[in-house]
């Protein structure tokens, strides 16, 4: 077994879970494939042959180890959202955050910048990655859209007629900041 390649152990492991044997039961529990699984509890060797002539025993285990690879693997962003959360006093809109804190959106002259905090947890992946975005007010429109600068800003020209403090209490008082599949500006 020690000259075994990947393709020989995953031919070995397909041809164990496929097969059905008459009778077959489960012959480990949960606990004990867990144990396996991460390391806590080695297999004993009667233990390793049940497993083996158990196609049930073994499909259970790799039901358990998809499992455990699901809850582990890192989890995609989908967008974050924010809300206009003072009521109107007059003065001109100058930032807006989102709930989790990772993006700020800037109002300069006629400009709008998104900024990426570059403390979030999100900053390292999205910038690595070039991950187009977008920005949309409470209905759905368009704010902007662009990737991310080597400083985790995109900029582009404040695309509505109304002042950012107007236009976001019409359409909702609210923005998300979401991933696209398109890349702009």
Known sequence: ????????????????SGRRVEGDRLMLDDAVLLGALDGSRPLTAGERTALQASPLTTRRLRTLADGRRAQTAPHRWQGSGGMLRAADSGTALETLVTDDGAWRLHFVGARVILQLDPQSPLAATLLREGQPLRVRDGAGSTV??????????????????DAPAVHFQRHGARFTVEPTGTKAC
């Open 1 to 16: 077994m020690m000259g075994m390649t990947e393709l020989d152990r995953k031919l070995q492991a397909q041809l164990l």
């Open 144 to 161: 902007l859209e662009g990737t991310l600068d080597t400083d985790g800003e995109c900029e582009g020209p404040w695309p509505f007629a």
